[in-house]
C-alpha cells in the first residue's frame, strides 16, 4: 500500500541526507508508528507519502501509484485517498466546524444532500456531536483534532497519515485521540504516525519503524520505544466505535456510487437516507453479535473511560455554506482539488 524502495532524500543546502536508503512497505490494515528524536525524518516520509517532496534517489509508491510519475495535475486527486493529520490541527479559524469538515466535500462536488448527512455522521464517529456550530477556537486542544481527523476521514481515505497528532495535546486528552485512531483502524483504514510519545507506542503494540538522522534502525512488528515505566495504560479498542465506523464507510461508499453512476441519475435524499439508516441498523445488530460473542474483558486500568455517546440519527438539517475560492489553494494542500474521472487511484496493493 505504502511502499519506499532505497529512499534517499536530500534538501537543497544541506550537508546530510534527511532520509538514507530507507526502505519499508505499509500493508493494507497496518497501523505503524514512525518513532524517532526530531530531526530523524519522521515528517520528511510523511511528505514524501503525501508528495509534498519528492526522493533525491529511490522510489515511493502509495496505493500502487508510483508518486515519481504522477503528474502534479494528478497530485490532488491522489491526496483525496490519503488522510492527514498534523500536530497544529491545521483548521480554518472562521470556518464552524461543520464547514471545515463540509470544505472537504463541497470542493469535490457533493451534493448537499450528502454533505448534510456525512459531515454529522463523521463528527459523531470522532464525539462531536452537537458541537457543529462552534469556531475552532470554541473547542479545546483535542476537540480541534478531532475536528482534523473528522475531515481527514470524510473522503474515506484508505490511507491516514497523523504527524505528532497528540504533539500539542495533554497526556489524558492525547489517550483520547490515540484511542481514535485505534477505532478508525479497526474500521479498516491503514495508519501510519510518526510520534516521538513513547508511552503510545509500546502501550499499543503496534509495527514501528525507527528512523535515526535518517537512516532506518528498527522495523518491529509489535515494537515498543523503550522504557513505559511510569507510563499509565491505555484502555483497550473500544469495540463500540466498529458500528459508527462500519456506518461511515456504508454512507462513502453510497456517495460513491452515486457519483460514479454513470446514468448521471442521484437517488433522492430520502432513499440515500433511508439506505444509511438500514446500514447503520445492521452495523450496530452485528456489533451487538459481537459483543455478545465476545464479552469485552475489563481493562486493567483504564485511565480515561470514553464517555457514552449517543448515535446520531440521521440528517439533521444545517443551513447552506458559503466558500470562498481563496481556499481552493488551501483545498489543493489537503489534496481536494479539481476531480477528473480519469485521475482515479485504483484501489491497488
Ligand atoms: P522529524 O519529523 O523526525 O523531526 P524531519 O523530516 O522534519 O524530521 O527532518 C529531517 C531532517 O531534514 C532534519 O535535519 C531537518 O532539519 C531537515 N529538513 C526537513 N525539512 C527540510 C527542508 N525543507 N529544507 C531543509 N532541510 C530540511
Ligand atoms: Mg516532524
Given at each position: 500500500?505504502?511502499r519506499?524502495?532505497n529512499?534517499?532524500k536530500r ?9 538514507n ?9 497496518e497501523?505503524?508508528?514512525?518513532v ?5 525524518g ?7 507519502i503525501l ?9 515511493v509508491?502509495?496505493?500502487g501509484?508510483?508518486?515519481?510519475t504522477l503528474?502534479?495535475r494528478?497530485v ?5 485517498h ?5 500536530q497544529?490541527?491545521?483548521?480554518l479559524?472562521?470556518k464552524?466546524?461543520f ?6 466535500l ?9 454533505i448534510q448527512?456525512a459531515?454529522p ?7 462531536l456531536?452537537?458541537k457543529e456550530k462552534?469556531?475552532?477556537h470554541?473547542?479545546s ?6 475536528v482534523?481527523?473528522?475531515?481527514a ?5 484508505q ?14 486528552t492525547s489517550v ?7 477505532r478508525?483502524?479497526?474500521g479498516?483504514?491503514?495508519v ?8 503510545f ?11 535515526k538522522?535518517?537512516?532506518m534502525v528498527?522495523d518491529?512488528r509489535?515494537?515498543?520505544y523503550g522504557?513505559?515505566?511510569?507510563i ?7 469495540e463500540?466505535?466498529a ?7 456504508a ?9 460514479e ?7 433522492a ?12 441498523a445492521?452495523a ?8 455478545a460473542?465476545?464479552e469485552?474483558?475489563?481493562?486493567e486500568?483504564p485511565?480515561v ?5 449517543p448515535?446520531?440519527?440521521p440528517?439533521?438539517?444545517v443551513e ?9 489553494g ?5 489534496g ?7 485521475d482515479?487511484v485504483?484501489?491497488?496493493?
Amino acid at each position: 500500500m505504502i511502499r519506499f524502495e532505497n529512499v534517499t532524500k536530500r534538501y537543497r543546502g544541506t550537508a546530510r541526507p534527511a532520509l538514507n536508503d530507507v526502505d519499508f512497505e505499509v500493508l493494507r490494515g497496518e497501523f505503524v508508528f514512525l518513532v524517532g528524536a526530531s530531526g530523524s525524518g519522521k515528517s520528511s516520509c510523511l511528505r514524501l507519502i503525501l508528495r509534498e517532496e519528492t526522493p533525491s534517489d529511490g522510489r515511493v509508491v502509495v496505493l500502487g501509484r508510483d508518486l515519481r510519475t504522477l503528474s502534479n495535475r494528478k497530485v490532488p486527486y491522489f491526496r483525496r485517498h490519503v488522510g492527514a493529520v498534523f500536530q497544529d490541527f491545521r483548521l480554518l479559524p472562521g470556518k464552524t466546524i461543520f464547514q471545515n469538515v463540509a470544505f472537504t466535500l463541497q470542493v469535490t462536488g457533493s451534493s448537499r444532500a450528502f454533505i448534510q448527512q456525512a459531515v454529522p455522521e463523521v463528527l459523531a464517529l470522532v464525539g462531536l456531536d452537537g458541537k457543529e456550530k462552534r469556531l475552532p477556537h470554541e473547542l479545546s486542544g483535542g476537540e480541534q483534532q478531532r475536528v482534523a481527523i473528522a475531515r481527514a476521514l470524510v473522503n474515506r481515505p484508505q490511507v491516514l497519515l497523523a504527524d505528532e497528532p497528540t504533539g500539542n495535546l495533554d497526556p489524558a486528552t492525547s489517550v483520547d485521540i490515540m484511542q481514535l485512531f485505534s477505532r478508525i483502524h479497526a474500521g479498516g483504514t491503514t495508519v501510519v504516525m510518526a510520534t516521538h510519545e513513547a508511552g503510545f507506542v509500546d502501550q499499543m503494540q503496534r509495527r514501528v519503524i525507527e528512523l535515526k538522522d535518517g537512516e532506518m534502525v528498527r522495523d518491529e512488528r509489535h515494537g515498543g520505544y523503550g522504557d513505559t515505566s511510569g507510563i499509565p495504560s491505555l484502555a483497550p479498542e473500544p469495540e463500540r466505535g466498529a458500528a459508527a465506523v462500519a456506518a461511515l464507510t456504508a454512507v462513502l461508499e453510497l456517495h460513491r456510487e452515486i457519483v460514479e453512476n454513470e446514468t448521471g441519475e442521484q437517488p433522492a435524499a430520502s432513499e440515500v437516507a433511508a439506505a444509511v439508516a438500514e446500514e447503520i441498523a445492521q452495523a450496530e445488530k452485528a456489533e451487538l453479535l459481537e459483543e455478545a460473542i465476545h464479552e469485552p474483558e475489563p481493562a486493567e486500568q483504564p485511565i480515561v473511560k470514553e464517555p457514552e455517546r449517543p448515535r446520531t440519527n440521521p440528517i439533521p438539517v444545517v443551513e447552506a455554506i458559503e466558500m470562498d475560492v481563496s481556499e481552493l489553494g488551501l483545498a489543493d494542500r489537503l489534496g481536494l482539488g479539481e476531480q477528473r474521472d480519469e485521475d482515479e487511484v485504483g484501489p491497488t496493493s
